[in-house]
């Protein structure tokens, strides 16, 4: 995109260049030319009109007070009929430029200089115009590459901007580049990223819901068909177990709606290396800290590697340090280790701040809900975001404010095209 502008704002300059160029070099050319015979012809008539003032009186032709008007390296030649011509001057050579005046008694002044300095003086002035065009090319370019990059570098972020949208990173974005069509663009990209973020939530809240209502309602029933398992009627007795076998049934159906729900939602999930994600993840919000006065501390494990989808997990990663910037004070930290329940990493974030009152504590993941004056939105989506890949978003502690994500470490089955070893077995 960014060439092709530059290529077209190019050729715009380049044309107009040479549409005004050209012109203006041949204007130039005859103009110098123009000039240089105007004043040529107003010498011979000064001088014809000297020499006619002595024909008038009857008086032989002088030269001598007309020499002041020949040009240097001139010609000064006085023709009359029945008479050997008179000149005064030296010899221009055979390229000249002439102009001729008649005089009294029917005789002419020509004047003749070397055409020589006046073709010179054409090509300066040419040269001129070429320089003058080069420059005008030159400036074009300057605007071209400045025009194309302001036009280019907001392409570039809008495309990124989309990129991340389609990945999963719903995280709206105050940069605007004054430029209308792509400021449109842009608030219609943050729009698209709330409305993404309500349905994320939205869809999580109600496949918990769903499955907390199911389960407590499949639960009691499955109770109720246990204790007439034990009735003395064994036409009962049947009845309950057959039903207690449809409820088994739903309850396994239930189980892979829900397993499947979680795969639809983990289906860009990943293995995904802690020890080089979170640094480029943290990389932008070292800058903000730093401007503040503050400073953000990474410590990760090695060889720590979870599942999940990376646009997912760098917006949850970007929602924590901007929670802690916003809200909180001192230092920030970033640390990743394994979980106390195997197959597990913890990431947790915080810093030296006053931490989460305890009024506030139990609705800090509520959606629309903030003790600090922002949208309420970010904690509720980060939770959402996580959930989404299988992992767990918790507050772990209140003071100092210690947000701790859960992520699961991916299976042998989450890594296709691997050959895994079998377990051994003793034989």
């Given at each position: 995109m960014r060439r092709r502008i530059l290529l077209a704002i190019l050729l715009a300059v380049a044309v107009t260049g040479a549409a005004l160029g050209s012109p203006l070099g041949v204007t130039g050319w005859l103009l110098v030319d123009n000039i240089a015979r105007e004043d040529l012809a107003s010498n011979a008539q000064r001088i014809a009109a000297t020499l006619d003032d002595q024909l008038a009186d009857n008086r032989s032709l002088d030269l001598d007070p007309v020499r002041a008007a020949v040009p240097e390296s001139g010609l000064l030649t006085v023709r009359q009929p029945n008479t050997p011509p008179m000149t005064f001057g030296t010899d221009p050579g055979a390229d000249v430029v002439v102009e001729s005046v008649p005089i009294a008694k029917g005789g002419t002044v020509e004047l003749a200089i070397p055409a020589g300095p006046l073709?010179?003086?054409?090509?300066?002035v040419a040269i001129a115009v070429i320089l003058l065009v080069v420059l005008s090319v030159g400036t074009?370019?300057?605007?071209?590459?400045?025009?194309?990059?302001?036009?280019?570098?907001?392409?570039r972020h809008v495309a990124d901007r989309a990129a991340k949208l389609?990945?999963?990173?719903?995280?709206?974005?105050?940069?605007?580049y004054q430029v209308g069509e792509l400021d449109m663009v842009a608030d219609a990209l943050d729009a698209s990223a709330s409305a993404l973020a309500q349905l994320v939530q939205r869809e999580r809240q109600l496949v918990g819901d769903v499955s907390h209502q199911l389960r407590s309602r499949l639960t009691a029933l499955q109770l109720r068909l246990e204790a007439?398992?034990?009735?003395?009627?064994t036409d009962v007795v049947e009845e309950a177990q057959a039903a207690q076998e449809q409820?088994?049934?739903?309850?396994?159906?239930?189980?892979?709606?829900?397993?499947?729900?979680?795969?639809?939602?983990?289906v860009g999930a990943e293995p995904v290396g802690l020890s080089r994600m979170l640094p480029e993840a943290a990389q932008e919000w070292r800058q903000l800290l730093k401007a503040e006065g503050r400073t953000l501390r990474l410590r990760v494990g090695e060889g720590l590697i979870v599942r999940a989808t990376p646009a997912r997990l760098r917006e949850v990663i970007g929602v924590l340090l901007d929670n802690a910037l916003?809200?909180?004070?001192?230092?920030?930290?970033?640390t990743a280790r394994k979980g106390e329940a195997e197959g597990t990493v913890v990431v947790e974030v915080h810093d030296a701040g006053a931490g989460v009152p305890d009024e506030l504590a139990p609705h800090i993941f509520e959606r629309g809900f903030s003790g600090g004056g922002s949208t309420g939105v970010g904690l509720a989506l980060a939770r959402a975001l996580a959930e989404a890949d299988g992992g767990r978003l918790e507050l772990s502690v209140k003071r100092p404010?210690?947000?701790s994500l859960f992520l699961r470490v991916p299976r042998p089955a989450d890594v296709?095209?691997?050959?895994?070893?079998?377990?051994?077995?003793?034989?």
């Open positions: 073709q010179t003086r054409q090509t300066q074009g370019t300057v605007v071209a590459t400045v025009t194309a990059r302001r036009l280019a570098q907001p392409l389609g990945g999963g990173d719903f995280r709206p974005d105050g940069r605007r007439l398992t034990t009735h003395s009627d409820a088994d049934r739903l309850a396994e159906a239930l189980d892979e709606l829900l397993a499947a729900a979680r795969a639809a939602s983990e916003r809200h909180g004070d001192g230092a920030v930290t970033v404010a210690t947000f296709p095209g691997v050959s895994w070893p079998a377990e051994r077995a003793p034989r």
